[in-house]
């Protein structure tokens, strides 16, 4: 990877951050060779498993998107080191994560994969007291908070990276909340009573909302604290945020509903489109030689035996498998793991 190229995933990062898209930030920082890959060469993973960069070969890319994605999901970062854990002995340090790998080069790398997830975006549909003290506490957050009045509100004032609360109080909740159902927020929850949810969440089904879209409204909003003030209405549904947040819900949601999606300003986010370009993430397979994760696709060295594919790690092992296919057929055949 040159200067530029590197420059271009970092680039191409900060226009993501900016969209509020989550994705992981792999970086080369040590490299035994022989390996494709060079110290400082990174990439960009995104929640869906897209590649944009270079971090390795078809030995390390698997296993880098793969563990990627747990990072993404849960907001840790974390420092992996690829090839035989022979290679390392017992000089690995705690907290260290050692993927073996099988590459016929013998090569290793260590990368460190950081998460980047956007600044919760939170919608308050209303300006009640509750509201402004629910606003108030998750700006002390630093989260990124509008408050909207219900007659101002529409479907484009959210996203699927958004976190709406419906808290108008009998001011056309009706109204509002068809057009947030609408925006397929990652949280919708409405300030009322259980009564007034089921009142609520009745008009829409008539109206011809999907089932599916309404069980995802949450009414009453917030823990269940019983009678509170409208400052713990308030913390209650602020604790319920905080926990679905860090439960990876948040994450999950935008990588489900997020491809394409609107930016908390109702924009369409379409990410750097400079090069490197993203690599289509191909589903898995197991090299029925050496066992490690592969690509299977055409990167994997494809070769059809007896009516069905097998994906390699390099030549090495498909020119193993070609000289005793039965061996390695007949001891793998329950260890397909594409996905």
Partial sequence: ?????????????????????????????????????????????????ELDGWIGGACAEPAVIREAQQVISSGSARLLLLGSPDQFGGAVPDGMRVVPIACQSEGALEV???????????????????????????????????????????????????????????????????????????????????????????????????????????????????????????????AELVRFRASGALASATAERGQGARSPHGRRSTGHTASPPKTKRHPQATDPVCGMTVTAGPNGLPLEHDGSTYYFCGSGCRQAFENDPAAYASANAKRDTRC
């Fill in 112 to 238: 460190y994969i950081e998460p980047v997830l956007p600044v919760p975006h939170l919608v308050i549909v209303g300006r009640s007291p509750m509201a402004h003290a629910l606003a108030t506490m998750a700006r002390s957050l630093d989260w990124n908070v509008d408050m909207i009045d219900g007659d101002d509100f529409v479907t484009a004032s959210a996203s699927s990276r958004s976190m709406l609360v419906v808290a108008t109080q009998g001011h056309s909740d009706e109204a509002v909340l068809e057009r947030a159902v609408a925006a397929q927020p990652a949280y919708l929850g409405v300030v009322g009573s259980r009564r007034r949810g089921e009142a609520l969440l009745g008009y829409l089904a008539d109206r011809g909302v999907p089932k599916k879209q309404l069980e995802r409204v949450r009414v009453p909003a917030g823990l269940d604290l019983g009678s509170t003030t409208h400052v713990e209405i308030a913390v209650a549904i602020l």
């Fill in 1 to 49: 990877m040159t200067m530029d190229d590197s420059r271009a995933v970092l680039e191409r990062a900060s226009d993501m951050a900016r969209a509020g898209e989550p994705f992981a930030l792999a970086t080369v920082v040590w490299r035994q060779g022989p390996s494709s890959s060079q110290q400082g060469s990174r990439a960009i993973i995104t929640a869906s498993g």
